[in-house]
């Protein structure tokens, strides 16, 4: 192995193979990345330290996910643990050197330390669109656009105002002999971009299944035997959570209101039970 070389915050080992050169990233956090394989490593230009407020910054606008359309990964906690920790990556859209993917000479060396021309992203979409350097597929255009989107997406989370939190409930039947399948995420994004991000899912949601439902949707009874099951199914599993929700969500002079009559209920049935007693 070469001598060990540190740029910024990041330590690199030059790994010398029998036909390539591998060279592999230890960050700050002790991830291991690989960078590039190839014969040759040229870079024009130093690899451009971005400052802290420009990194700050590009987090803040991209609400710590990542910004690759698609995945929106959050960056702030490991992937398979959910352990809290940084896995965010300062993504070029424009290289910092010529030679990387979508380099211009003169133009990698002005933007190289722009925040237009940086991405927040996960290791697997910085690496998406970093690999195999000026063959790369994605445009800059294309990232500028993906950039765009997040952000202003972003933009409308963090500006929204009277936000309501929001009950997803999914429930599926039959269409012919097809059970459509809805996922969850979906139901989520839906929630969000239809109300303007003024509806927040919260963590639970009701799921009702009736894939097993027993007519089909061409049946002159289906409207009117699903209406009943629907109509069963709010009453057990949905108007209860209504319930508990308004609960909780009551202010504690309604609470302390609704203790104290509680009390008295309690009380004049205990009365009445007495007085049937004598």
């Not at 990556?89 to 424009?94: G, N």
């Not at 255009?141 to 409930?169: C, F, N, W």
Request: with cysteine.
């Amino acid at each position: 192995m070469s001598q060990d070389t540190f740029e910024g915050d990041r330590l690199f080992f030059p790994i010398v193979g029998t036909q390539r050169i591998r060279v592999w990233c230890l960050n700050r956090r002790g991830n291991f990345r690989e960078l590039r394989r190839r014969s040759g490593m040229a870079r024009t230009q130093e690899r451009a330290y971005i400052p802290a407020n420009v990194r700050r910054d590009l987090w803040i606008a991209a609400g710590g996910r990542c910004e690759f359309r698609g995945c929106c990964k959050p960056l702030d906690r490991d992937f398979l643990t959910n352990k809290r920790c940084v896995v965010g990556e300062y993504a070029h859209i424009i290289a910092d050197s010529p030679d990387g993917a979508r380099g211009v000479p003169g133009e990698s060396e002005r933007l190289a330390k722009d925040p237009r021309n940086l991405m927040l992203a996960c290791f697997d979409c910085h690496s998406r669109i970093d690999r195999n350097g000026k063959r790369n597929e994605y445009t800059g255009d294309q990232l500028q656009a993906m950039k765009r989107e997040h952000e202003a997406r972003m933009e409308l989370i963090y500006s929204a105002t009277g936000v309501k939190d929001s009950l997803p409930i999914l429930m599926s039947f039959p269409v012919g002999v097809h059970v459509p399948v809805i996922e969850l995420a979906q139901i989520h994004h839906a929630m969000l971009e239809n109300s303007s991000y003024t509806r927040f899912p919260v963590d639970k949601h009701i799921y009702i299944d009736k894939g097993d439902f027993d007519i089909q949707d061409d049946s002159p009874d289906f409207w009117a035997r699903a209406e009943r099951v629907v109509a069963d199914l709010y009453d057990r599993r949905i108007h209860p959570e209504i319930i508990a929700k308004e609960w909780h969500g009551a202010s504690d002079h309604r609470r302390a209101r609704a203790d104290s009559n509680a009390d008295e209920v309690g009380c004049l049935a205990r009365g009445q039970d007495r007085g049937a007693r004598a």
